[in-house]
């Protein structure tokens, strides 16, 4: 009994440092929950030493609170070792969220709502509205295999400019996420009231992006912005039909490059050539409205 004490004895000391973990990480981390562990794992500790503590000073101690102690502290240690493990890897390798930088090729993407602020919306269909678009188009990109957090997103308002990493093809932007997008709308608007309807126009383009402390700045989001605002793509929407709640212009350079690097399933050939006339911009671009498929209604 008496090595058992002793040897129990230096598992103890080793114990002590078993909160340490939680420490660092409370302070590293700024999360005051962890300070709980050490605040439980003292409680513990106590606990244990009051139980130890033989009630006549030159007697033994009690085998089962020693054994307690013995199994308690080891696994304080092992969980602790773990989540220091755990913390490590989170503080030196923080998971990325966002993989866009300065001088990157990227593809752009930018959708905006039509009639967003006609009279009569108030702000709580605002609210709503966006609320669903964004949903909505958050899992178009995922589903077209384009991770929604790695993209680089600003708000306009009634819409949104996303920024997609290079190292997402392209041919994405078009297929399948069009179809996704088009086919989730029409399926939204035939079920909701028609004060939540949503239709959208949509500008895609591609090119190095530059990043400063407002967010996205640069020629090509100049020019994604003259194609999403273009009279062209302005009536192309109004001229279609109710059904169709998305209508898309690709610029001449985007449309290029997929052409070149194809994708199983992109028909190219639904794209019209346009040409827009916006401000200071004269270019060529392709028009596209994607006929939603419709799934899964009651």
Not at 53 to 63: G, I, K, N, Q
Not at 83 to 95: D, F, G, S, T
Not at 240 to 255: G, I, K, Q, T, Y
């Amino acid at each position: 009994m008496v090595s058992l004490w002793y040897f129990l004895v230096v598992v103890a000391s080793l114990g002590i440092l078993a909160p340490l973990p939680f420490v660092h990480a409370a302070l590293r981390l700024r999360r005051a929950y962890l300070l709980l562990y050490v605040v439980l794992y003292g409680a513990w500790a106590y606990g244990l030493i009051y139980l130890l503590a033989p009630v006549d000073p030159e007697s033994e101690p009690e085998t089962v609170p020693a054994v307690l102690w013995f199994f308690g502290t080891i696994g304080l240690i092992a969980v602790s070792c773990v989540h220091l493990a755990v913390l490590r890897k989170k503080i030196l390798y923080p998971p990325r969220t966002v993989w866009v930088e300065s001088g990157m090729h990227c593809g752009l993407f930018s959708i905006d709502i039509a009639g967003f602020g006609q009279v009569g919306r108030s702000s709580d269909i605002f609210v709503q509205v966006r609320r669903m678009l964004f949903g909505l188009l958050a899992n178009a990109f995922e589903a077209s295999g384009i991770g929604w957090d790695t993209c680089l997103k600003r708000d306009t308002g009634d819409g949104m400019i996303v920024v997609v990493p290079p190292h997402f093809p392209k041919f994405r932007l078009l297929l399948p996420l069009l179809s996704q997008l088009a086919a989730e709308l029409a399926k939204y608007n035939v079920v909701t009231d028609p004060a939540l309807r949503i239709r959208v126009r949509v500008a895609i383009h591609a090119g190095e992006v530059t990043l400063d402390e407002y967010g996205v700045t640069g020629r090509p989001k100049v020019l994604l912005a003259r194609l999403l605002d273009s009279r062209v793509l302005r009536d192309a929407l109004a001229e279609a039909p109710e059904e169709c709640p998305v209508v898309v212009l690709v610029s001449d350079r985007f449309h290029e490059d997929v052409q070149d690097q194809g994708g199983p399933g992109l028909d190219t050939m639904s794209y019209r050539q346009v040409l827009v006339h916006e401000k200071e911009t004269e270019v060529l671009a392709w028009l596209h409205v994607p006929t939603p498929v419709i799934r899964g209604l009651p």
